[in-house]
């Protein structure tokens, strides 16, 4: 029998929807999950504490919700940013097409649901927010985050997610290291949130400077 996973580009699994709410203390919707699509019976925790806790996103521009699922941040960032452009993407086909259904149904026609090759080129972000897919493995996580990352405007950076004991200061470590400034904005429940920037000299006042930001950043070279 073959392995399925939720980040593969035509999942094996038969489509089985349903409709989960996502409920945020400013903004609510309907999303419509399947199988073969990471999270379908509920919104992740990680996700969640995303979207409560990243600061406000660009009121304008182009922003990104990296490894799109059914399309939960990109909602959100379309809702809070009605003047932005939300690209979505995802390697999952069954994924972009959900996001592209979920956001016409709640309204927001500011989100292009796309596969990671068809993002126009001139595309630069002011804001990337994912949730990103750590089961894929550390080097095709590495690629896929650098290749996203060098598409963020100057001071453009990025909001993730990424459980602790799935790597996240490692990894925080490891963007230290290629460059950026690496904050930690909330550590909770087992999740860690944070904030990359791609400019060192444009450091971001978002921090939570209790929770530890100088172990995030232990691989920045010096500069
Ligand atoms: C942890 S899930 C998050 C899904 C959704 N954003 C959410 O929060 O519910 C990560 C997503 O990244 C996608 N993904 C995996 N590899 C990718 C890649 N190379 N480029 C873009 N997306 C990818 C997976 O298919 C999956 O939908």
Redesign the pocket.
Known sequence: MTDSH??DAKPAVSSHRRSIEVALPDISFTLITDSG???REH??AG?KLLLVEAPDPPVSGHLL??????G??AIALARRSPASTVWA????ER?VALTDENSITNGCVNVRAVL?DDLPEDVRFGAIW????IR?GKA?LHA?LLRWLDLLTDDGYAVLVVQRHLGADSLAAWLGGQGFVVSRLRARAGYRLLRVDRNRAERSPNRDDSAGVDACNRGTPAP
């Open positions: 939720y980040f699509v990471f999270s919104l992740d996700t919700d990296l490894g799109c699922g059914a939960a941040i993407v995802d390697v999952n994924a990671p994912s949730n990103p897919p894929i095709a896929m």
